[in-house]
């Protein structure tokens, strides 16, 4: 009983992680393994002639290639292979039709039928212990030769065209599983997973026969005969069930229940000889067809869904690269009649990017990169099929051996096609560039007064520029950059310098997603708003500074000179210092900058006024000055180096009720240290006791300097000291 309620309680639980994606995929993966593993050992466990053999001029076969260390090494490449016999075994003659690569092509059942028994026969024969085969050797008599097959194909002998029809089937077994995996509960999934099924089994089924020297067992022939035709019907019928349930559902199931019974039906009549391979190919085209009027209806019907137009943009390129070209190249010719221009295994390549086209879109990863993504898919493919034209041509038309041909093919890619594929990338992805109307609209934005303006400007803007349906402000909002999200249904724009951040949903009116072009775009113009919300705010700034700068002008040298001229009684001298005046509040208004203020002419003129100023309040002066005479300074800290001994002795004038001053100016090599004491009674409070002392420390911190101040019942003594490379600033 413990043991059953045990079981009970840990089926729910393997049955969830049996739906996992991890268990899912793992699953699709042994499969694909197993399948590959069978495919191999059926292709090797048969007997081996080490001979290639190919169509000639006729109904003649030739060898192609010998492999010189197998059974028919004695054979010259290019020898007629005329018939195989052997002890109480009838000859049998040669025929093209004998080594075809896809026998289910022939058209009636009787040729069908034909092949089956020389088959047979051809086995029978090899299977012996020694059998003979007639050849004519190139220019030579024919003659017949005796032969010894060894019981396995060695897997070298593999030819390169197997591996391709196992990697590409590989590939697309294992596309699907990644997409059910992650997909598991979507039919769309379901049939595409079965679509890559239908594709495993018939690239491997075809792989083992198509691939044979010459002859395959009957029987075996037979059951991959049935699993190639069973697998085809199915990759056909499960591709036009995507079609009519993804990514809009057009028909209901019993609809879709139909068509796999008619499909199914027609399985069984061509199981039964009761349909010729044609009608077969015929029946598989026209369920191909199909998926015209489905995509054609699923465009209709995603109209005015974004997403679900990416998806079916996806999904028809897909359609269109791979399988019409297909149709066009392999199955259409078998309609006609007409032999197989390209190799079968050539032209499945074009599976992959049909496979990468229809995983993307139901998987819905990154739909929004369709343009780009779509380009890739079409230059790599038209890159594939040129390399593979190239080298069919050099092959079978100029005849050149494959080795060379492969890299003549590779060279002429490499210096035609690539360079035109990168040109034609740079003209159809060209980086988004700001446009002048565009920089005069952000600029515009910018220099708006009130925040909400600014707010309310860029929202317009960034709607003009992408047309979105919908547009939200997000406040509070922390977008750490400019992204896509919701599979390019919204744009996010972060927010830049106290401008609100933004979304902005469904680009164009709802017709498209927002993509890389979109992104590039939002990305410089929000580059640019924001390095011209910074330069505005420079700009304000340095108006700020500049107001500061005047008003601390305005107090320190003219309150100064108009202290002093109130005290000046002598008219003439009280128009010179108020000339003076004026031309110190031009100075401050323009802040000139000059070629450079001689120190010791600007110190002495500094001495003289200070005295005037000082004489009358009954101020003695005691003047130091130990500086260079070929020292000069440029307008700026010659400005504040005046400025700080005219609001210094201000202070003493207004504050200190001294009797003495003493002012010193000593320059070393790097400083020029300049103090200014008194003996009166000290400035109480200082530090909220107006402009002056705070002025004085930021002149002198302006300019990279120190300032110290000291105060005492004997005076107060203010120390500044200015770094000597004011020349330079």
């Known amino acids: 009983m413990a043991a059953t309620e045990q079981s009970e309680h840990h089926l729910p639980t393997m049955l969830a992680y049996v739906r996992t994606p991890f268990f899912t995929f793992a699953a699709v993966v042994a499969f694909t393994m197993m399948c590959i593993a069978a495919t191999l050992f059926a292709t090797l466990n048969t007997p081996w002639l080490g001979i290639q053999l190919a169509s000639g001029t006729g109904n003649a076969v030739i060898a192609k290639s010998v492999a010189t260390y197998g059974p028919f090494r004695e054979v010259e490449a290019g020898s007629k292979i005329i018939s195989l016999g052997a002890k109480n075994l009838p000859e049998q003659r040669i025929t093209p039709k004998d080594i075809l690569e896809e026998p289910d092509t022939l058209p009636t059942f009787e040729q069908w039928q034909a092949f089956k028994r020389n088959q047979a026969a051809f086995v029978a024969i090899i299977k012996q ?30 030819p390169i065209e197997f591996w391709i029809q196992v990697l590409i089937a590989t590939f697309g077994s294992l596309l699907g599983g990644w997409v059910l995996a992650f997909r598991l509960s979507e039919n769309s999934a379901h049939f595409f997973a079965v679509c890559c099924l239908g594709f495993l089994g018939s690239i491997l089924s075809s792989a083992i026969y198509g691939n044979r020297e010459l002859a395959i067992d009957v029987g075996l022939y037979d059951y991959l005969s049935k699993v190639n035709s069973a697998s085809t019907l199915l990759f056909a019928v499960a591709f036009a069930s995507l ?26 009549a061509y199981q039964l000889n009761m349909v010729p391979s044609p009608l077969l190919y015929g029946y598989l085209a026209l369920l191909y067809a199909t998926s015209v009027p489905l995509l054609v209806g699923q465009a209709i019907k995603a109209r005015k869904d974004p997403i679900a137009r990416m998806i079916l943009y996806w999904i028809a390129f897909s359609f269109f690269l791979g399988i019409v070209f297909y149709i066009l190249v392999s199955v259409l010719p078998i309609i006609l009649g007409e032999d197989v221009l390209i190799p079968y295994a050539y032209t499945l390549l074009v599976f992959v990017p049909v496979f990468l086209g229809l995983a993307v879109g139901i998987g819905r990863y990154r739909l929004f990169n369709i343009d780009v993504w779509a380009f890739r898919l079409l230059s790599y493919f038209v890159g594939v099929l040129a390399l593979l034209l190239v080298d069919i041509f050099l092959l079978y038309i100029l005849s050149i051996d494959r080795l060379p041909a492969f890299g003549i093919a590779l060279l002429l890619i490499g210096l035609l096609y690539l360079p035109l594929r990168n040109w034609l990338s740079g003209v159809l992805f060209k980086r988004h560039s700001i446009s002048q109307l565009e920089f005069r609209q952000i600029i515009d934005v910018a220099n708006m007064r009130s925040q909400a303006e600014q707010n309310d400007a860029w929202r317009k803007l960034m709607e003009q520029q992408f047309q979105p349906l919908e547009t939200s402000t997000q406040e509070a909002a922390e977008y750490a950059k400019i992204e896509i999200v919701d599979n390019g249904l919204a744009l996010r724009i972060p927010a830049i310098e106290g401008l609100d951040a933004l979304e902005l949903r469904f680009a164009n009116l709802g ?6 072009r979109q992104l590039n ?6 580059a640019l708003m924001k390095n011209a919300l910074q330069s505005q705010q420079a700009f304000a700034q340095g108006v700020r500074e500049e107001r500061t700068r005047i008003a601390q ?18 008219p003439g001298r009280k128009d010179e210092l108020i000339a003076d005046t004026i031309t110190d509040l031009k100075d401050i208004v323009l802040n ?13 003129q500094l001495r003289f006024e200070s005295a005037e100023r000082l004489e009358d309040q009954n101020i003695s002066l005691h003047w130091r000055a130990d500086i260079d005479d070929d020292t000069y300074l440029n307008a700026k800290p010659a400005h504040n180096l005046r400025s700080i001994l005219r609001e210094a002795l201000s202070n003493v004038i207004r504050h200190s009720k001294a009797k003495n001053v003493d002012v010193s100016l000593v320059q070393t ?3 020029l240290n300049l103090t200014v004491a008194d003996n009166g009674v000290g ?16 002149r002198a911190e302006q300019l990279g300097g120190m300032f110290a101040f000291a105060e005492s019942t004997v005076g107060t003594t203010i120390e500044v000291s200015l770094p000597l490379n004011l020349e330079s600033e």
Do not use: C
């Open 669 to 671: 090599k790097y400083k």
């Open 243 to 268: 079609l009519a349930v993804y990514p809009k559902k057009l028909a209901n199931n019993f609809m879709i229940a139909s068509v796999w019974g008619a499909t199914l039906v027609v399985w069984l």
């Open 521 to 526: 775009q939002a990305g410089d113009m929000v």
């Open 683 to 698: 400035i109480a409070d200082f530090e909220s006791g107006g402009h002056g002392i705070a002025n004085i420390k930021l």
């Open 592 to 604: 000139a900058q000059g070629d450079g203020i001689n120190l010791s002419q600007m110190w002495a």
């Open 553 to 570: 002008d305005l107090h320190d040298n003219i309150g100064a000179q108009l202290l002093r001229t109130l005290h000046i009684a002598n």
């Open 511 to 516: 017709k498209s997603l927002f993509g890389p």
């Open 129 to 158: 212990e020694t059998f003979f085969a007639t050849i004519a050797p190139p220019d030579a008599e024919v003659k017949r030769l005796t032969i010894s097959a060894t019981d396995q194909r060695p897997i070298s002998d593999l």
